[in-house]
């Protein structure tokens, strides 16, 4: 037996390696998610003194990739993340806010059930109350090409993380006019994790268009933001405790910053921030917060 042999069995041992669920499929690994998906979460059941009583919603932006290709050709099964999801689900429900859910084409949205706390029964009520939107989500294509231009139904995007918020989403032409026109209707953005990943569809530097000149004199709209989200150095330590299976294709990090964004935090530890009307938080711990953030600041702002 080699030293590699040797190393792989203490790491199988020690609960390491990620765990493969089909031939080339791999999620996180035991010991990984006693660390980052707890049975329950710090959601506390804040309740809002003037709840929401208007007509304006929360558009939720999801993926419908379910699998992340790493450098090693290994996939990660992922997603958005249920506790970024359904934690401000819960604050904005108890804030009066209805959200609607849409994914680029309308296919199902894909959740990481692997990170779902079983303990948590208000996380799982309100997942079972969105269940059916989820698996039938509106089209974000479809709404830009024939209802956007004459919407006046939200107040903000919201956008959860999970991993799979970087497959589809930061490349998706539809979802970068969804946001320019946000910002040019001054609705808030809300993204947690690697939901901020989404924010480079907003780029317009590759996109073909003919108007590209035109296109390519207009700042990127989140340059000069700060953000929090999950960090690169984070992601890239994940391989080691066998949270992923390889190294990342990407960092969406890196892209943000070359586009002028700055990231505050160098761990992932439950921090929020609010730039202007862009509203993040660095991971599921901060979901509590940064939902209690989001909806306070919405009522702030229509109420």
Known sequence: MNIQDILDNAKDTLGLEPQETETGIYIP????????????????????????????????????????????????????????MMVPLLHFKKAGFDVDIFSPTGQSVQVEQWAMPEDDEDVKQIYAEYQSKLENPNSIADFVKNDMAESNDYAAIFIPGGHGAMLGLPEDKSLGELLRWSHDKDLFVLAICHGPAALLAADLSSV????????????????????VAFPTAMDKQM?????????????????????????????????????????????????????????????????
Not at 208 to 227: H, L, M, P, Q, V
Request: net charge negative.
């Open 208 to 227: 073909d268009t003919a108007n590209k000149d035109a296109n390519s004199e207009r700042d990127f709209i989140f340059k000069g933001y700060e953000i």
């Open 29 to 84: 690994s035991k010991s990984s998610l006693k660390l980052a998906a707890p049975n329950k979460t710090n959601y506390d059941h804040t309740e809002y003194d003037t709840p929401y009583t208007g007509n304006k919603k929360i558009l939720m932006v999801c993926t419908e990739q379910q699998y992340m290709t790493m450098e090693n050709g290994k996939k990660f099964d992922t997603g958005n993340h249920p506790v970024e």
């Open 239 to 303: 391989p080691k405790i066998g949270y992923l299976p390889g190294t990342m294709p990407w960092y969406f990090g890196d892209k943000l910053e070359a586009l002028g964004v700055t990231i505050d935090n160098k761990l992932a530890t439950g921090h929020t921030h609010q730039d202007r009307k862009l509203i993040s938080g660095d991971g599921p711990l901060a979901a509590n917060e940064f939902g209690k953030l989001s909806a306070n600041e919405l009522l702030k702002a229509l109420n």
